[in-house]
């Protein structure tokens, strides 16, 4: 489990490089398109800065994102009391507790570190939940924070967030592109410019979907370890599977976030899904029900 920690410490930096890489990359397709190499230099720079902005500002947007309102012990003690209990267990500093106001069962955690980390609860989840079931699902998000995942996670949701915003200017530049009489617009920069649009939020979908999903099987296996007490992980993960649905505000680059997949079900949704299936997080809790 050490080394897991340390390796989500080194992936950290490697995502930002290849981050800042990628849309270095992303930016000489537009170079080549509108036949000027200063945009590769211009785009490298920004994305350097946004690389380091969101570092510090990811936790709060995707909280805003996600309509959460931060609280205190007085307004939900249960919660607030299951989160200040664990985090004594597992040495972690009190993280910033919220709720989000869903029907659907879920949570999250996110932030740069543990000393600046964000847990939230949805009313659904705490609805349906007994105490040992709220407990397991809040030692999950906790185990992401001990485990450093927050942060990668929170990388890859700038990642997402920043190439979506390209590959939509990309269609808007190919848009007007068709619109003008110009006879120096290269088709093979149009076929360039297409082809990034096209498949850079997919390539920003899969790198998602292979870090987010390794670690939910990870804190599965933390929060199981955490409160000695594998049956609550299971029995909460049937309960997330029994009732899921859809959360009320959505938005594909918070998902990795989340304990279980809060987008509408679709075939596409569950291809590039940064979680695994819930049958399979309980077989693996059920063969390591002994080693915690």
């Known amino acids: 489990m050490y080394k897991q920690i340390a390796a989500n410490k080194r992936n950290t930096v490697l995502i930002m490089l290849g981050f800042v890489l990628a849309i270095a990359a992303i930016g000489a397709a537009f170079a080549y398109f509108l036949n000027d190499w200063w945009i590769v230099a211009w785009v490298f720079i920004i994305a350097l800065i946004y690389a380091i902005v969101q570092y510090f500002l990811a936790g709060p947007l995707a909280v805003a994102m996600t309509g959460a309102r931060e609280i205190q012990k007085r307004d939900n003690p249960r919660l607030y009391n299951t989160v200040e209990n664990l985090t004594i267990t597992a040495g972690l500093p009190m993280p910033k507790v919220y709720i989000i106001n869903d029907a659907a069962p879920n949570a999250f955690a996110t932030g740069r570190d543990p000393d600046h980390a964000i847990v939230a609860a949805t009313t659904g989840l705490l609805d349906i939940m007994d105490n040992k079931e709220l407990t397991a699902v809040m030692a999950h998000e906790l185990s992401h924070v001990k485990n450093y995942d927050i942060r990668v996670s929170m990388i ?91 959360m009320h505000h959505q938005n594909p680059a918070t998902e990795a976030l989340f304990i279980n997949n809060p987008l509408k079900k679709s075939a596409i949704n569950n291809l590039f899904s940064t979680h695994p299936p819930i049958e399979k997080r309980i077989e693996r809790l059920e063969h390591g029900k002994n080693t915690f």
């Open 156 to 246: 890859t949701f700038g990642l997402v967030c920043i190439i979506g915003f390209i590959s939509d200017l990309g269609v808007r530049m190919m848009w007007m592109a068709s619109h003008r009489d110009d006879e120096d617009n290269s088709p093979v920069g149009l076929i360039v410019l297409l082809l990034t649009s096209i498949l850079a939020p997919i390539a920003a979908s899969v790198a998602q979907m292979a870090v987010s999903r390794e670690r939910e099987y990870l804190a599965d296996a933390s929060a199981a370890h955490l409160t000695r007490y594998p049956e609550g992980m299971i029995s909460a993960l049937k309960k997330l599977d029994t009732h899921a649905r859809p």
